[in-house]
């Protein structure tokens, strides 16, 4: 069965500083995908960054980027120069065993303090 | 209009009545997906609609029913709901079957409380 972990609840970050949330991951597939999204407290899922199984380079978007390290199972989300706006929760997620099959971890609520 | 549409974001209802949750979709995508989002739990997948063929989560009530009468549109209808189906209810699109970078795209939710 597919699973995401994510073990920080809440964390905080003093602004213009980096930060890294954690995601670990559990399937059997050999090809799979990882994501990651963005929910302010408006509500809406925001698509932030994508890790194929088979990329060999980390994937970056702006100022996030994924550190992916396929032999233990994790992709970590790092922000770096933090801003005020990104106090939000944030998600893993992981796409395998079909196309439809998006598992969500249950996500860390980050704080930017200023 | 872009991205997916939900309404209403907010919605009261008693457990006797029956309302539907709408969804639209501007991107083009084939997919459209049902996420219900309780308190300190994962997303969970209820329905997915994609190439006209209906995948659900056989742990979802039958009083959640799912209407998807094109590829730009999904419906949610409730009946006699209960007081824990009170959650954000998320509608997400994709193009599928895809490549692995097709992630789901979100509307802002609708926030549904059974009082």
């Known amino acids: 069965a597919q699973k995401i972990t994510q073990t920080q609840p809440g964390m905080f970050v003093q602004e213009k500083e980096a930060v890294t949330l954690d995601c670990t991951y559990d399937t059997s597939d050999q090809s799979y995908g990882l994501f990651w999204y963005k929910q302010p407290s408006s509500g809406e899922m925001i698509f932030l960054i994508y890790q194929g199984s088979y990329d060999e380079q980390n994937a970056t978007e702006g100022r996030y980027s994924l550190n992916f390290q396929k032999a233990r199972k994790s992709a970590n989300l790092v922000i770096s120069a933090s801003q005020l706006g990104d106090s939000a929760m944030y998600f893993c997620?992981?796409?395998?065993?079909?196309?439809?099959?998006?598992?969500f971890g249950t996500g860390t609520k980050l704080q930017v303090i200023p | 209009e872009t991205g997916v549409t939900q309404t209403p974001r907010h919605l009261v209802m008693g457990m006797t009545n029956k309302k539907s949750l709408k969804c639209e979709q501007h991107?083009?995508?084939?997919?459209m997906y049902w996420y219900k989002q309780s308190a300190k739990k994962p997303l969970e997948l209820m329905f997915v609609?994609?190439?006209?063929?209906?995948?659900e989560n056989n742990s979802v009530p039958s009083r959640f029913s799912p209407e998807c009468p094109n590829s730009s549109h999904l419906f949610l209808h409730l009946h006699t709901l209960q007081p824990e189906d009170s959650a954000l209810y998320l509608c997400a699109s994709s193009q599928a079957p895809g490549p692995g970078d097709s992630p789901l795209h979100f509307g802002n939710g609708t926030r549904l409380t059974v009082t």
């Open positions: 991107l083009g995508h084939n997919a």
């Open positions: 609609y994609s190439l006209e063929e209906r995948v």
């Open positions: 997620a992981m796409r395998s065993g079909g196309y439809q099959k998006v598992t």
